[in-house]
């Protein structure tokens, strides 16, 4: 006779990038410890890739999670954890250099409940993915999906990598359209040479104000004030990214 099967309730999530309501399910024994071995590592592209092979199996939904943007991916897999595993964790604070914020020494380590259902991706005012950059001419942007952010790291750990061709690499891969009037221009149409030409061509304005995208863009943060147990000094702390959760 075979063994009994359980099976996992289902959730609904919204995704903030596209407004697409998914639904997935608790990761099992199986997908914790994945995530186990990944959290040992301490390496943070072994983590993207952990999160990734563990959406993939958790979402019910038919999604390419390797074109998800980066703060889709992480907002989805906190969720999936606060249904599998618990809505709380508990993370350990210190005063930086054993200094409290009226100047004093104080070692004491403070442990601080966090929900992490009240954590949801959030972008910087005035973000936006249409960018006006003339009277006439403008871009589309896309988000960075999970791709982009390995080269990310590979940018900021290789230093072969040249940090000035690395920044228009990105900003080519993440121009969805150029529109100039009522015509449109779709990059998958245009060869990298002459996306490359447009990109010269604009002033540092135009320029900054693409940049401005990626530095406004939706992303994980919570901030918040705890009470140190040790001095009863109040400290502001700001969490930011994946990492910082489980750090």
């Known amino acids: 006779m075979a063994l009994p099967v359980l099976n996992a309730p289902t959730y609904e999530l919204t995704l903030t990038s596209s407004g697409e309501t998914i639904q997935y399910r608790p ?8 995530l186990l071995m990944a959290l040992e590592s301490n390496d943070e592209q072994e983590m993207m890739r952990s999160m990734k092979q563990i959406i993939s199996s958790c979402v019910m939904n038919d999604i390419d999670v390797e074109k998800l943007p980066i703060f889709d991916i992480q907002y989805l897999f906190l969720s999936m954890r606060s249904v599998s595993v618990g809505e709380e964790i508990v993370l350990r604070f210190k005063h930086p250099d054993d200094l409290n914020s009226n100047k004093e020494e104080c ?4 442990d601080v409940k966090i929900n992490l259902k009240q954590i949801k991706p959030t972008s910087l005012e ?15 942007m896309k988000y960075p999906g999970l791709d982009m952010y390995n080269r990310f790291n590979k940018f900021d750990n290789d230093e072969e990598v040249n940090a000035i061709d690395a920044v228009f690499d990105i900003m080519i891969d993440n121009i969805e359209m150029i529109y100039q009037d009522d015509s449109v221009f779709y990059t998958d149409d245009h060869t990298k040479e002459e996306m490359l030409d447009f990109l010269n061509s604009l002033n540092t304005k ?13 992303y994980l ?9 040790g001095c009863g000094c109040t400290e502001h702390v700001t969490l930011s990214g994946i990492e910082d959760f489980f750090a």
């Open 27 to 34: 990761f099992l024994v199986k997908e914790e410890k994945i």
């Open 107 to 110: 070692k004491h380590i403070q």
């Open 126 to 140: 005035g973000h936006t993915k249409k960018i006006d950059l003339s009277d006439n001419v403008g871009v589309v």
């Open 206 to 218: 135009q320029f900054e104000d693409m940049r401005n995208f990626f530095q406004t863009m939706p």
């Open 221 to 229: 943060r919570h901030e918040f004030d705890y009470v140190c147990d």
